[in-house]
């Protein structure tokens, strides 16, 4: 009997000792700064909380200089949109493994018109981004749905929502959160979310490359989580993320907190680990050539392409 009371009181202390181990494990204190690009926009509503001195961010406005940072390996992590790294991957000229991606079906069709159908018909609707994804699930629409109607493309979603508030166009393609900012000013407007006619689970937008260089750097797998968390916090509290992120960077000015806070949810924001999805992603990958003019080349990547 006293045996065992011994050996009860020796494992008893070995799990008391592990508990409190466990509660003073130290948090992890990076070796280096991380290197990230990425273009303005809904990037950087789903990174806004590591804005900060701590990493190395990059926000750029010309798409040239995140193809740059893909083909010459010098960054850490770079978002972009999902058909640019497969591309430049499928072609030999970059080595990211696409890690996770970050928006989907954030393309919506609206008019002060009646949107059905039928309606459509004869009309002609101004979209954004040609032979990238927002281009891509306008005219995946209009095919599925055997709609007759003549397709304009703008070169971003800002000229698109443009031609739609000078009236130079009564049906246009839009993304959040100018979506939100235009259900203010027209609270009766029409609005069909494309990503969901056209996919029966989602359409891939931007998404997180990681280096194959510097993939297994404990610094950039650190930074990859707390991107993961930065996203869980954002979707699960809008008011408190926002105000945290308010003043590290000025698009959070520019749009408005309002704004931003109202549009999450529809937003499409998340943290999609690409090798669980690659069954979704591969079937966006199958209408890359017929809607983007053959940009693949009828190719698709292996497994090697993820991280």
């Known amino acids: 009997m006293k045996k065992n009371l011994i050996k009860f009181m020796s494992l008893f202390m070995i799990v008391i000792a ?41 926000v750029v406005t010309d798409t040239t200089l995140l193809q740059t940072a893909l083909t010459t390996n010098d960054v850490d992590v ?16 970059s080595t990211y493994k696409l890690e996770a991606i970050v928006t989907t ?21 101004v979209g954004f981004n040609e032979n990238n994804t927002p281009g891509i699930m306008l005219k995946m629409f209009i095919e599925q749905n055997a709609i007759s109607a003549e397709l304009q493309f703008e070169q971003n979603v800002n000229a698109s929502v443009s031609a739609f508030t000078t009236g130079n166009a009564a049906y246009a393609v839009v993304a959040e959160p100018q979506l939100t900012k235009l259900k203010q000013a027209n609270p009766n ?29 404990i610094n950039v797998i650190h930074f990859l989580k707390k991107v993961e968390e930065n ?7 809008p008011s408190e993320y926002i105000e945290s992120v308010f003043d590290n960077h000025p698009y959070f000015k520019t749009m408005g907190s309002e704004v931003l806070i109202k549009s999450i949810p529809t937003t499409s924001v998340d943290y999609l680990k690409a090798s669980s999805h690659k ?3 591969n079937e966006f990958y199958k209408n890359i050539d017929k809607y983007a003019n053959n940009m693949f080349g009828g190719k698709t990547p292996d497994d090697s392409f993820y991280n």
């Open 18 to 58: 592990a508990f409190i181990l466990s509660g003073c494990k130290k948090e992890f204190e990076p070796t280096r700064k991380v290197s990230v690009i990425m273009p303005s926009g809904t990037p950087v509503l789903a990174l806004g909380g590591l804005l900060n001195e701590e990493n190395d961010f990059e």
């Open 78 to 93: 770079v978002i972009c949109p999902l058909t640019m790294g497969t591309n430049l991957f499928l072609k030999g000229k």
């Open 105 to 125: 079906n954030n393309a919506y069709l609206i008019s002060n018109e009646s949107l059905e159908y039928s309606n459509l018909n004869g009309k002609t609707i």
């Open 189 to 217: 407007l029409n609005v069909i979310n494309l990503g969901d006619k056209v996919s029966s689970t989602f359409v891939p937008q931007a998404a997180i490359f990681v280096n194959s260089r510097t993939r297994d750097d």
């Open 231 to 237: 996203i869980k916090f954002m979707n699960e509290k």
């Open 279 to 281: 069954a979704s992603i």
